[in-house]
């Protein structure tokens, strides 16, 4: 017989000095054995901020669901190990070395390029939420929780925005009223009527000028009395939930902007160069899941002088999240780096105007690991944060003695991303970029945003099972880590696949409603009780698979691209 059990805190990880606690007692549901664990580290056994082997991608057993857990995790202390002398040394993490490359962000032709990578430093962080659509725009959720891409909206040389009327001309925007039906009333510079041309024009690189949209609705944002409005192809109003804008930015308690990187490793860099170059033969149609794959793989770098250091790990897509370093607490708990960000002008409270650079301390509050394995083209999705973040919603777990555990909402401690003891409404974006500047979202001020993990570990929080199987894997692993290591203080949410056989979103399994609260703040999960504390009604959020459709490496991997946008090869 189960007992129901109410708890008001969780005890602490070892060593841990931070708001966000995950209890210790969670049923072993994941175990890792010693032997296992010892055999992660590259000494053979654990050492304080040891380097630690990659997972072996090519011989994943694929057992669900705790050995998707153990590569996820693997692979996190992988990337964050100090960065041996085959990778390059110099100081750095591994994620940081030669053998791994920042992405460039998009020029206006959809372009990016790799970017050698310097270490213990940080290159073109964006101040922007990342999260994009199937084709590569950003995305909103409507009160129905479907996901809606948004056409960037065009700019005439004087400021305004354009629209194209029924007879295929751009016109200026002079005012736009919203009529009794809820639709859009549009007039020019001159006052004079437009009659849109409603169906957008579909700017993003995997689309053509004026093609009909399919899945998911792209819609077209205007501005009314300074409030963003959202329409679809047929010029109906979208209702979107509160707070939810395309570009949103993410402004912590410290102040500071939140900044976005891209990585990949080498032998995502030599399939992308092999497969748009032509130089692999026959042209993959996913990304490397097998031993053959992979020598194809390493059979085309060797011609180009490159060798792996660990070809085994596949193909390894890495997007970070970072914060300022200066005013946060317990900044000993953090892996940091150095970065050039931009400066503002702060004087104007409703517009933040870029008017230089620094290099300042950053600090990783949020990391996805994606990666290859056998029998998963999809790729395993798995996220991490800094225990420091943001609070949890209510939970539930199974603990040693097979009770189940309620643990309560609280927002008491000191948070990154959090007011002490904040209030709801929760993930609700202040801020927007607008070109270069960063504007608020009316009727709200540039400032922080009080964020909630609403999915405590990647799913509702009453999956008491999932949330106790990913609990176990952490624990396990915790217990085993030498004390004061700085990995430690980051823990994994989830990890998020597709059963094989099955192109995402079909079939996804795992922690299937996996966010990063750093990542994906303002498109996860939502409450939609009258009182948010505790929540006792949710929307639906997106996740992985919401946005990283298909087996296709230029579908599945925005940053990947066709053959004329994305990344383009390294020679």
């Known amino acids: 017989m189960k007992f129901v059990l109410l708890v008001a805190s969780a005890v602490a990880g070892a060593g841990m000095l931070s708001a966000q606690t995950i209890p210790s007692n969670a049923q072993g549901a994941c175990p890792v054995t010693a032997a296992t664990f010892n055999s992660w580290f590259a000494s053979g056994t654990p050492a304080l901020n040891g380097v630690v082997n990659p997972a072996n991608s090519v011989t994943f057993p694929a057992i669900p669901n705790?050995?998707?857990?153990?590569?996820?995790?693997?692979?996190?202390?992988?990337?964050?190990?100090?960065?041996?002398a085959s990778y390059g040394g110099g100081g750095g993490r591994i994620f940081d070395s030669p053998t791994f490359y920042d992405v460039s962000p998009a020029n206006s032709a959809g372009q990016r390029t790799f970017i050698p990578h310097t270490a213990n430093f940080v290159?073109?962080?964006?101040?922007?939420?990342?999260?994009?659509?199937?084709?590569?725009?950003?995305?909103?959720?409507?009160?129905?929780?479907?996901?809606?891409?948004?056409?960037?909206?065009?700019?005439?040389?004087?400021?305004?925005?354009?629209?194209?009327?029924?007879?295929?001309?751009?016109?200026?925007?002079?005012?736009?009223?919203?009529?009794p039906n809820k639709k859009l009333v549009f007039a020019d510079t001159a006052g004079k009527a437009i009659t849109p041309l409603l169906a957008p024009t579909f700017k993003a690189p995997l689309l053509k000028a004026g093609a009909a949209p399919t899945t998911p609705i792209t819609v077209q944002k205007f501005i009314i009395g300074g409030i963003p409005i959202f329409i679809d192809p047929a010029g109906n109003v979208i209702d979107v939930e509160q707070g939810q804008a395309d570009g949103?930015?993410?402004?912590?308690?410290?102040?500071?902007?939140?900044?976005?990187?891209?990585?990949?490793?080498?032998?995502?860099?030599?399939?992308?160069?092999?497969?748009?170059?032509?130089?692999?033969?026959?042209?993959?149609?996913?990304?490397?899941?097998?031993?053959?794959?992979?020598?194809?793989?390493?059979?085309?770098?060797?011609?180009h002088g490159k060798t792996f250091p660990d070809p085994n790990a596949l193909t390894i897509e890495v997007k970070s999240s970072w914060i300022e370093a200066a005013g946060l607490p317990n900044l000993n708990t953090y892996i940091t780096a150095q970065g050039t960000i931009p400066t503002y002008n702060k004087t104007n409270?409703?517009?933040?105007?870029?008017?230089?650079?620094?290099?300042?301390?950053?600090?990783?509050?949020?990391?996805?690991v994606v990666g290859s394995t056998a029998q998963h083209p999809e790729m395993i999705w798995a996220t991490f944060e800094h225990f420091g973040n943001?609070?949890?919603?209510?939970?539930?777990?199974?603990?040693?003695?097979?009770?189940?555990?309620?643990?309560?909402?609280?927002?008491?401690?000191?948070?990154?991303?959090?007011?002490?003891?904040?209030?709801?409404?929760?993930?609700?974006?202040?801020?927007?970029?607008?070109?270069?500047?960063?504007?608020?979202?009316?009727?709200?001020?540039?400032?922080?945003?009080?964020?909630?993990?609403?999915?405590?570990?990647?799913m509702p929080g009453s999956t008491t099972a999932s949330n106790t199987q990913v609990m176990s894997i952490h624990n396990a692993i915790a217990a085993m880590m030498p004390s004061g290591d700085v990995r430690s203080n980051y823990y994994m949410s989830g990890a998020t696949w597709?059963?094989?056989?099955?192109?995402?979103?079909?079939?996804?399994?795992?922690?299937?409603?996996?966010?990063?609260?750093?990542?994906?703040?303002?498109?996860?999960?939502?409450?939609?009780?009258?009182?948010?504390?505790?929540?006792?009604?949710?929307?639906?959020?997106?996740?992985?698979?919401?946005?990283h459709t298909s087996t296709t490496p230029g579908i599945l991997s925005h940053i990947f691209g066709s053959a004329t946008t994305g990344l383009k090869p390294l020679f």
């Open 349 to 368: 409270p409703n517009s933040w105007v870029p008017n230089g650079q620094k290099t300042v301390q950053l600090a990783l509050v949020g990391m996805h």
């Open 390 to 458: 943001a609070p949890n919603g209510a939970y539930s777990y199974t603990n040693a003695s097979n009770a189940t555990v309620q643990v309560p909402q609280t927002t008491a401690g000191t948070w990154a991303f959090s007011a002490s003891g904040g209030t709801g409404p929760f993930n609700v974006a202040k801020a927007s970029m607008s070109g270069s500047d960063v504007v608020p979202n009316p009727p709200a001020t540039i400032g922080p945003a009080n964020v909630m993990r609403w999915n405590a570990f990647g």
């Open 123 to 179: 290159h073109v962080p964006v101040p922007r939420t990342p999260q994009a659509g199937p084709h590569g725009l950003p995305v909103i959720i409507d009160k129905t929780g479907r996901m809606l891409e948004v056409e960037p909206p065009q700019i005439a040389p004087s400021g305004t925005q354009l629209i194209r009327d029924t007879t295929g001309t751009l016109r200026e925007i002079g005012k736009v009223t919203l009529a």
């Open 66 to 84: 705790c050995s998707f857990y153990a590569w996820s995790k693997q692979m996190f202390l992988w990337l964050n190990s100090p960065a041996p």
């Open 498 to 547: 597709t059963i094989p056989g099955n192109v995402p979103p079909a079939g996804q399994v795992g922690t299937n409603q996996l966010t990063n609260s750093t990542l994906e703040t303002f498109v996860q999960a939502s409450c939609t009780s009258a009182s948010q504390s505790p929540c006792t009604a949710f929307a639906p959020g997106l996740n992985c698979f919401s946005c």
């Open 248 to 303: 949103s930015v993410l402004v912590a308690q410290n102040g500071s902007l939140i900044y976005y990187v891209s990585m990949v490793n080498d032998v995502y860099a030599y399939f992308l160069t092999g497969l748009k170059d032509g130089g692999i033969t026959p042209a993959p149609t996913h990304f490397p899941t097998t031993a053959s794959d992979l020598a194809a793989i390493t059979t085309f770098a060797s011609h």
